[in-house]
């Protein structure tokens, strides 16, 4: 899957050109479980979503895509890529990050008919992050301007790993305003 990024990234003729801030309205990594923590809760405790996925797995995604093209497909180029990407990220402010924590759904099944803190290894007054939201902006030419959100979350409606890349509208709108956009 993320082999796939670089493909579809630097192998595109007509994708690579547009893909900068110019045509870029904005970028959502999202990673969603449909389960808690399955009896994990202490490790979770420990870690939360931040580190448990943001902080590793989904960056990683994140460099990929904004990255810029690297020399050679050599391991040491593409990081040198993915590490200029991270240095020029701005630093976060509090208002660019949501954090929450799931509860029981009374009307679920199993594992969603409980709530974080009602696993036994987990605490009842703890403040954990089972979900999150960032918004991130790097700080260079290409992308200067657009949000870059991770969305991450366990015990979600569903099963989701993706990555939505959102184009600004065109200048003239055939469609009237018509046109749908969901993000």
Do not use: C
Request: aromatic share 8%; net charge negative; proline share 4%.
């Amino acid at each position: 899957m993320v082999q796939n990024i670089l493909a579809l990234r630097f192998g595109n003729r007509q994708l690579e050109p547009t893909w900068n801030n110019e045509h870029i309205a904005n970028v959502e990594v999202l990673f969603k479980e449909p389960f808690g923590t399955q009896g994990r809760g202490d490790y979770f405790e420990q870690y939360a979503i931040i580190r448990d996925v943001v902080q590793n797995h989904l960056l990683q995604v994140l460099a990929l895509i904004a990255m810029e093209r690297p020399e050679s497909n050599d391991a040491d180029k593409i990081r040198n890529e993915k590490l200029y990407v991270l240095q020029h990220m701005k630093d976060l402010a509090m208002e660019d990050i949501v954090l929450g924590q799931y509860v029981a759904n009374p009307k679920g099944v199993g594992e969603a008919a409980t709530s974080y803190t009602d696993d036994p290894k987990v605490p009842k007054n703890s403040t954990a992050a089972t979900y999150s939201l960032v918004a991130l902006h790097i700080d260079n030419d290409r992308w200067r301007g657009v949000p870059f959100f991770i969305r991450s979350g366990k015990a979600t409606d569903e099963s989701r790993v993706e990555v939505r890349v959102q184009y600004k509208p065109l200048a003239e709108d055939l469609f009237n305003g018509q046109a749908k956009r969901d993000m």
